[in-house]
């Protein structure tokens, strides 16, 4: 957009432009990632790694994927420590 005194930007968007978002789910990817595989190897370190990404993805980031994100990493890291217990005392 430009003034009607020459070619200098008005620092407007046009109307109906789309709001900034962002624009990949990453964080919530590797947080979902991180919770499935904090079921079967280090519960402690990838459960809470996974929680922590997708806390960030949620806050900073506002992701799509953010909450059922901290779900997985959640139970991932329960569901895990659980095993664990269950596995070493068989």
Known sequence: MT????NQPTGHQPYGAPERTA???VLSIVAMVLGVI???FLP????VVGVVLAIVAKTVRHERLA??????AAVGLVGG?????VVSSA
Do not use: K
Request: charged letters at 0%; glycine letters at 16%; aromatic letters at 8%.
């Open 38 to 40: 904090a079921v079967l």
């Open 67 to 72: 909450v059922p994100a901290l779900v997985v």
């Open 23 to 25: 624009t990949g789910n």
């Open 3 to 6: 003034t009607p005194y020459g």
């Open 81 to 85: 420590m659980i095993l664990g217990v």
């Open 44 to 47: 402690i370190v990838f459960g």
